[in-house]
Every structure is written in structure tokens, then in C-alpha cells.
């Protein structure tokens, strides 16, 4: 083919992740560009938590400008840079009516062998208590259950954490023993999570459709 002909390469063509979608009922979750990390950082910025409280493993969310703005850059560059098929993770940028309101991430080590995933999540305040967490966690799940062949998945929240931990025995999971974290150098204790494909399957679940997962499947091992 003439150079001249080749038609012209785009984010989507180089790596398909960017054309994958999952939708549900109110949500779209996606891969977000740069321009759009942008706007995820103004989500985040305005509130995630109260001041009093640290939900995450790791204190992102509470450093000062600009750590906290270029810290969020690379983690969302470096889940990219250090994407292989044994070892990926999919941070997706959650949309309500085109609008980001919160990421919701789903991890993948030795996917291929163990058919394991672990998921995380943030939602703005605004929309915390909606069900839109809840409706993104499944959104994701339906994605590793029933476009991925996953056999398991994984997560954890501290003790503390009600809304978390509600929406994971909602949907379905098991208790899965305590662990540690200590985000801001003081250890305490949270609470692991399970949910096999036959839970999963064990109960009626919210349509979702996932489109331009073919043209990435090999990128998950899957």
C-alpha cells in the first residue's frame, strides 16, 4: 500500500484499549485521554472524602498542589506505560450524561492462569449514595465475569469504611479475612473480599454491554 493511502493513525488504531466501553444503565466507563485526565483531576480536586478521613491505601487524594496533580498524571500514565498481558490495569474513567464523575479501576496479574481480577473505585462526593458506585463496581465485574472468562474477584476496604464495604457484600462477595494498610504511616486494618464466577452468576445482575472488546482481548491475556 502507497505510504499516502495508509489511512491516518489514531488513538484507538495503536492501542484499541482507547475504543473499549462499558456501559450500564446510567454509566459509561472508558479509558480517559489526556485532555480528559485533566477534567478527572478538577473532579477529584473538589472532593472525594471529608478532611478527617482517608478511604484509599494510598494518601493520593490529600497531598498538596501540584504533588497531587502530577502524581494523578502518572499513575494514569504509568498504568499505560507498564501495560503487558501478564500484568495490566485498566483505570477507567466513570461518565454520567458525558461527565466524569469518578474512575473505576480493574487489575489483572497472570490473567491468563489464575483468572483473577482486582477492582478499586472513586466517585465524586456529589454523586456518593446515589447507587452510581454500586452500578460502576457491577458495570466492571460483568466485564471480568462475562467478557473476560474471570473466575475471581478481589477487593478490600479499611473497617471503616461502610460504603465500601456495603457495596461488596451487596453485589455478592464474601468475606475474604482482614489485612493491613497504613496510607499515613499509622497501620489499620481492613477487610478482604471474594466473589467467584458462581457468585456472580448466582443471582440476576444489571444488563451492561461492552463494546471493542475484541479488538483488545489479547491485551488482557484473556
Not at 1 to 20: E, H, Q
Not at 58 to 73: C, I, M, T, Y
Request: aromatic letters at 8%; proline letters at 6%; glycine letters at 10%.
Amino acid at each position: 500500500m502507497d505510504a499516502d493511502a495508509r489511512p491516518a493513525s489514531t488513538l484507538a488504531s495503536v492501542w484499541p484499549l482507547f475504543a473499549l466501553r462499558i456501559r450500564s444503565e446510567r454509566l459509561v466507563l472508558r479509558l480517559p485521554t489526556d485532555d480528559e485526565i485533566l477534567a478527572l483531576i478538577d473532579v477529584a480536586r473538589d472532593g472525594i472524602h471529608p478532611p478527617d478521613e482517608m478511604p484509599f491505601g494510598v494518601a493520593w487524594s490529600v497531598l498538596p498542589s501540584p504533588d497531587f496533580e502530577r502524581g494523578f498524571v502518572q499513575h494514569h500514565w504509568l498504568m499505560r506505560a507498564t501495560w503487558t498481558p501478564d500484568d495490566w490495569n485498566l483505570n477507567l474513567m466513570t461518565e454520567l450524561d458525558g461527565r466524569p464523575i469518578g474512575t473505576q479501576s480493574v487489575h489483572g496479574t497472570s490473567f491468563a492462569v489464575l483468572r483473577t481480577v482486582r477492582t478499586g473505585s472513586w466517585i465524586t462526593r456529589d454523586w456518593q449514595g446515589s447507587g452510581l458506585g454500586k452500578e460502576m463496581r457491577e458495570a466492571v465485574l460483568a466485564f471480568a465475569f462475562d467478557g473476560l472468562g474471570a473466575r475471581v474477584a478481589t477487593s478490600e476496604a479499611f473497617l471503616d469504611n461502610a460504603a465500601s464495604n456495603g457495596v461488596s457484600r451487596s453485589i455478592g462477595y464474601e468475606d475474604n479475612g482482614r489485612g493491613a494498610l497504613a496510607p499515613q504511616g499509622v497501620s489499620r486494618e481492613t477487610q478482604r473480599f471474594r466473589l467467584t464466577e458462581e457468585g456472580w452468576r448466582s443471582k440476576p445482575r444489571p444488563p451492561i454491554e461492552i463494546d471493542g472488546l475484541d479488538a483488545c482481548r489479547e491485551m488482557f491475556g484473556a
